[in-house]
């Protein structure tokens, strides 16, 4: 045996470890540094949640153009794709998807606090489902079905029990239904329109935070957030400016550990370590805004991450099953 053979093993699972801690404190940080952006329902003096989003494409856009520029004078100690031009016929659909769900993922959790918001846009799961059958024609099975159906039995329990204890927004509600198909969606867009830029994560996500920059200014001109955009420019403290842009820059950091984590792991270790970060985010979110919930609370949550859990591994279960079916029969491998 390699005596060296154990202390590489440590080694691979720290590295893990690290990787996927980060991955949860990127993560958390960023929800709750949104929720503090976006204050509440009743915040009235900086009620841009269109502009806060736009503004952290825009800073994520400049992050990526930063470690482009690094990655051409040091390639040899930064890895980034240089930044071609802009394919913006074959990307806008994508973008207005993505546009689509970083708004309504804002504005439901303007609208919900950070304890409710995993379970109230927990249907993303459902609407793959559902749109991997109709767009992509892809057979779904009564296992897919059934953890679905746990699901939403545990998205209403959760809508129930919020409404049972007066805190339920039905606006922070139909935002979170809408981020669930809004990130599904783009899910799907983004696997079709990924080889317009070669494969390439990083140089997609720089365009589509540029284009998506250039979709919210109407936007934010329509539905009125012009004079809170006023306010914000001019009446903000420096304290504010640097949360928002440090929300940018964890927007960027999302991306980059959510990638790592899945190079270090697999993308069903991925899954389930986000579920399990859902659970640790909610309870931190009770006790950080000293917001007991009831059994039954809990329950709903416990019931949407078991269906979570469960569809994972149905999903995992059939594609070992077609990878087999696929596999040539009598091929004798030395791996």
């Not at 303007?110 to 409710?116: H, R």
């Not at 109407?218 to 504010?240: D, F, K």
């Not at 805004?289 to 269906?307: A, C, H």
Request: hydrophobic share 50%.
């Amino acid at each position: 045996m390699d005596p060296s053979k154990p202390e590489k093993l440590t080694s691979k699972y720290v590295r893990i470890a690290i990787v996927v801690a980060t991955y949860w404190v990127v993560s958390i940080s960023m929800v709750f540094l949104n929720k503090k952006l976006l204050g509440g329902a009743s915040m009235e003096e900086n009620d841009a949640p269109l502009f806060v989003t736009a503004f952290q494409c825009f800073i994520t856009a400049i992050v990526c153009l930063v470690f482009s520029a690094l990655a051409y004078f040091s390639p040899r100690h930064i890895t980034f794709p240089q930044l071609g031009p802009l394919h913006k016929n074959k990307i806008l659909p994508l973008t207005i998807m993505f546009v689509s769900m970083m708004s309504m993922n804002n504005l439901c959790l303007k609208y919900v606090g950070v304890a409710f918001y995993y379970v109230g846009r927990s249907l993303t799961t459902v609407f793959n489902v559902i749109f991997t059958y109709f767009i992509l024609g892809e057979r779904t099975s009564g296992k897919t079905v059934f953890c679905c159906a746990v699901i939403i039995g545990g998205f209403w329990l959760g809508v129930d029990q919020e409404d049972a204890a007066g805190s339920l927004s039905v606006l922070g509600v139909i935002f979170g239904t809408l981020a669930s198909a809004s990130v599904s969606l783009n899910a799907i867009f983004t696997k079709k329109v990924l080889p317009a830029v070669d494969g390439s994560i990083w140089e997609l996500s720089y365009y589509n935070n540029v284009l998506a920059v250039i979709l919210f200014i109407p936007l934010i001109l329509v539905t009125g957030e012009a004079p809170a955009v006023y306010r914000i420019v001019t009446q903000s403290s420096h304290n504010y400016w640097g949360l928002l842009v440090l929300s940018g820059v964890f927007g960027f950091a999302i991306g980059f550990v959510t990638g790592l984590q899945i190079k270090v792991t697999s993308p069903l270790t991925h899954n389930i370590s986000g579920t399990a970060k859902a659970c640790f985010q909610t309870v931190i979110a009770t006790w950080w805004y000293s917001d007991p919930k009831s059994i039954l609370w809990w329950v709903s949550n416990w019931v949407v991450l078991g269906g979570t859990l469960a569809y994972t591994k149905v999903k995992q279960l059939q594609m070992k099953e077609n990878h087999n079916l696929n596999s040539v029969p009598g091929k004798f491998s030395m791996c």
